[in-house]
């Protein structure tokens, strides 16, 4: 999907149409957003997020701030 949306200007207009208008791409990935696999919370209680192709403990000051997948 972010191949796609980084090269839309240079698809066809039929296939933008296609993914905008009948496949509804973006109302697609809102569950990816609202079910949030990047956040876990660990065994100890911790919560975890995955940044840089690794699991982080978030600590408390920093729970707040978005993750750069989220973003």
Same mark, same amino acid.
């Given at each position: 999907?972010?191949? +796609?949306?980084?090269?839309?200007? #240079?698809?066809? /207009?039929? +296939? /933008?149409?296609?993914?905008? !208008?009948?496949?509804?791409?973006?109302?697609?990935?809102?569950?990816?957003? !609202?079910?949030?696999? @990047?956040?876990?919370?660990?065994?100890?209680?911790?919560? !975890?997020?995955?940044?840089?192709?690794? @699991?982080? /403990?978030? #600590?408390?000051?920093?729970?707040?701030? +978005?993750?750069?997948? #989220?973003?």
């Amino acid at each position: 999907m972010r191949f +796609i949306t980084d090269h839309l200007h #240079e698809l066809p /207009v039929p +296939i /933008v149409h296609q993914l905008m !208008e009948v496949s509804d791409m973006p109302c697609v990935l809102v569950p990816l957003i !609202e079910l949030k696999p @990047w956040l876990r919370t660990n065994v100890r209680g911790d919560t !975890e997020k995955f940044e840089d192709q690794k @699991w982080t /403990v978030v #600590e408390k000051k920093d729970s707040n701030k +978005i993750t750069k997948v #989220e973003a």
